[in-house]
């Protein structure tokens, strides 16, 4: 991933300002800071729910929008109640929806 000099505005205000980051693959990356500090909106411009006002993000040389296929992003929620219909397995394999056939298996190697 690799961001320059990208800049996010909220209404009339900088949220984010000269952002540079240099991500290389393998690599983990943890995103810390204060209530209001833009890392909500970092991702969402790194993931293409948002545009970047100014600057260039890529996600393995492509644009996030189009790169969403090699990038998941699971929102954190504080609340969440314990007799959901869903478990961990099932969440991960929604990852994997457009991925593969419909009548293909999911395997193993295929992450």
Do not use: C
Request: glycine share 12%; aromatic share 10%.
């Amino acid at each position: 991933m690799e961001i320059k000099n990208m800049w996010s505005y909220y209404h009339d205000v900088p949220a984010l300002k000269e952002i540079n980051l240099d991500v290389q693959e393998g690599t983990f990356l943890g995103i810390i800071g204060p209530n209001g500090g833009g890392k909500s909106t970092l991702l969402k411009v790194i993931l293409g729910l948002i545009e970047p006002d100014r600057g260039d993000v890529r996600i393995f040389g492509k644009k996030p929008k189009e790169g969403r296929n090699i990038v998941g992003y699971v929102p954190q929620h504080s609340a969440s109640r314990l007799d959901f219909p869903i478990n961990v397995w099932d969440v991960v394999m929604m990852g994997r929806i457009g991925k593969t056939t419909l009548f293909r298996k999911y395997m193993t190697g295929k992450w």
